[in-house]
Nanobody, 122 residues
Framework: QVQLVESGGGLVQAGGSLRLSCAAS????????MGWFRQAPGKEREFVAA????????RYADSVKGRFTISRDNAKNTVLLQINSAKPEDTADYYC???????????????WGQGTQVTVSS
């Protein structure tokens, strides 16, 4: 079993930046594709970004391309999501996710974190 714990959420003004972190334990971190999803109030959870084992492959939702950057540090079992040029529509609970194949980490991950809240004020 893989455990995922997110941190770094909070309040940021529109146009500002925030960095989310996800710490993984309980598995061989470097074997997993890692991802981020978000869920805004009253909306379904949606894919945000994903990264391959080596970091050589990344995927982003169109709504965050050019503003969000996903990265990972396999030595620290950590995956990061850098949010730049934040918009009020980025307000959501952000969830870290893990899966052993790319197609799953962008759709139905095997493991989820508990989430961290991000609020972007206008």
């Amino acid at each position: 079993q893989v455990q995922l714990v997110e941190s770094g959420g909070g309040l940021v003004q529109a146009g500002g930046s925030l960095r989310l972190s996800c710490a993984a334990s309980g598995g061989t971190f470097s074997q997993y594709f890692m991802g981020w999803f978000r869920q805004a109030p009253g909306k379904e959870r949606e894919f945000v970004a994903a990264i391959s084992w080596s970091g050589g492959i990344t995927r982003y939702a169109d709504s965050v391309k050019g503003r969000f950057t996903i990265s990972r540090d396999n030595a620290k079992n950590t995956v990061l999501l850098q949010i730049n040029s934040a918009k009020p529509e980025d307000t959501a609970d952000y969830y870290c996710a893990a899966a052993k194949i790319l197609s799953r980490v962008t759709t139905v991950p095997d493991y989820w974190g508990q989430g961290t809240q991000v609020t972007v004020s206008s």
